[in-house]
């Protein structure tokens, strides 16, 4: 079985593409701490151990979610999904 060598030109625009919005993630999970901590302050809540929960919590929640859904559409766009399902038809025609 042989597998031919994937495009670099595509693998470097996936990986361009994966880093760009990589930054929007950030930067989005950045402005959603910062309105969490908005409303926190504006209710009184914000005691140091809620501040330092919110900011964990909303930003790696963020972070983690969208984080997978870019890796899911690097894999796509680098052809590395193309690469895993004709292995995957090559070992069943190989059974067959």
Do not use: N, Y
């Not at 929007?24 to 950045?30: A, D, K, N, T, Y």
């Not at 151990?49 to 796509?76: E, H, K, P």
Request: include cysteine; charge should be positive.
């Amino acid at each position: 079985m042989t597998i031919p060598p994937r495009d670099q030109s595509r693998q470097a625009k996936a990986r361009a593409d994966f880093f760009r919005m990589a930054r929007w993630i950030v930067l989005v999970g950045v402005i959603m701490v910062a309105g969490a901590l908005f409303i926190l302050a504006r209710q009184g809540l914000a005691r140091p151990s809620v501040v330092i929960g919110t900011i964990g919590g909303v930003f790696f929640s963020i972070l983690l979610g969208c984080g997978l859904f870019a890796a899911a559409f690097f894999s796509d766009k680098s052809g590395h999904d193309e690469a895993a399902s004709r292995t995957g038809k090559d070992d069943l025609d190989r059974r067959s």
